[in-house]
Nanobody
């Protein structure tokens, strides 16, 4: 069974940091890019960052310089380090596995999401 399980969300003040993690089953993780997306209430799901199997990364302009995506292949885990958080970063964050792309439709597997709330 393919599973992606996110953790690490929570409530933080503006300017603070959070580190999200996503644990993936082998079938979802091996040879796939891993991406992070987010969805705020009333808005469409948007791309945050992605990392290829060999470590290439790509970020949305809105998070570039503040967020860092990384992966630990032996542990089937991907992380999203989020620094200098802003209230507009508030959303449900989703982990996904698939192609190295910013398009949600290019990802085959999705986690259930973890809530990130940034207070002003």
């Amino acid at each position: 069974q393919v599973q992606l399980v996110e953790s690490g969300g929570g409530l933080v003040q503006a300017g603070g940091s959070l580190r999200l993690s996503c644990a993936a089953s082998g079938r979802a993780f091996i040879n796939n890019a891993m991406g992070w997306f987010r969805q705020a209430p009333g808005k469409e799901r948007e791309f945050v960052a992605t990392i290829s199997w060999n470590g290439s990364t790509f970020y949305a302009d809105s998070v570039k310089g503040r967020f860092t995506i990384s992966r630990d292949n032996p542990k089937n885990t991907v992380h999203l380090q989020m620094n200098s958080l802003k209230p507009e970063d508030t959303a449900v964050y989703y982990c996904a596995a698939g192609m190295y792309s910013r398009r949600p439709g290019h990802y085959d597997y999705w986690g259930q999401g973890t809530q990130v709330t940034v207070s002003s």
